[in-house]
């Protein structure tokens, strides 16, 4: 849940050096577009990069898309699968623009995390383009599917998510709510 505390806290809290990453907690800011009032949406699964070159990147996908639904009025998954692989050429592209979040500390908070993931990999096992197979593989995946995908080269309190689950919620979160909800529930 959300905490107020006092700044001096939190930059005191932000010092210390992590032993799984090496860096310091730092801080990430968040911001959105509030135009129908609603409230924002925090990722259970992902944190921002907030490297400058996300940045550059996120305004490219931006960009893309806005093209693509020039041109056809749609996003197709094979749309999102080329850009987010430079065309085959980068199955880790993806991980420019966020992170996986790092795991919570208890099992109550553990559940809900790996629900959602049970359900995106059963979605991702369903849609052909985001089957990227014969890569290398980062170690440390558990299951054969994982194996068959390029992972995230992640910290051990990282999230273990494979770039194509990855970039398949930023396909999902590319769709309009209806033709999301339309994904979700056809498989």
């Not at 194509?164 to 309009?176: D, G, I, K, M, T």
Request: charged share 30%.
């Amino acid at each position: 849940g959300s905490y107020w505390v006092p700044l001096p806290l939190i930059f005191e809290a932000m010092l210390p050096v992590d032993p799984d990453t090496g860096n310091s907690r730092g801080y990430v800011l968040l911001s959105f577009d509030n135009d129908d009032g609603a409230l924002p949406h925090i990722s259970m699964l992902f944190r921002s990069s907030g490297r400058e070159e996300g940045e550059a990147v996120r305004r490219g996908y931006k960009l893309f898309l806005k093209e693509r639904r020039k041109k056809r009025n749609e996003i197709s998954s094979k749309d999102v699968v080329e850009y987010w692989t430079k065309g085959g050429e980068d199955y880790n592209f993806v991980w420019k623009i966020i992170s996986p979040q790092l795991c919570p500390l208890n099992e109550t908070e553990q559940k809900p995390i790996d629900d959602v993931l049970t359900l995106l990999r059963g979605l991702v096992s369903n849609n052909s383009d985001f089957m990227w197979t014969s890569l290398r593989h980062c170690g440390g995946c558990e299951t054969p599917s994982q194996i068959r995908d390029v992972c995230h080269k992640s910290a051990a309190r990282e999230i273990r998510i494979s770039s194509a689950e990855a970039a398949f919620v930023v396909y999902l979160a590319s769709l309009p709510r209806d033709e999301r909800r339309g994904v979700v529930e056809s498989s």
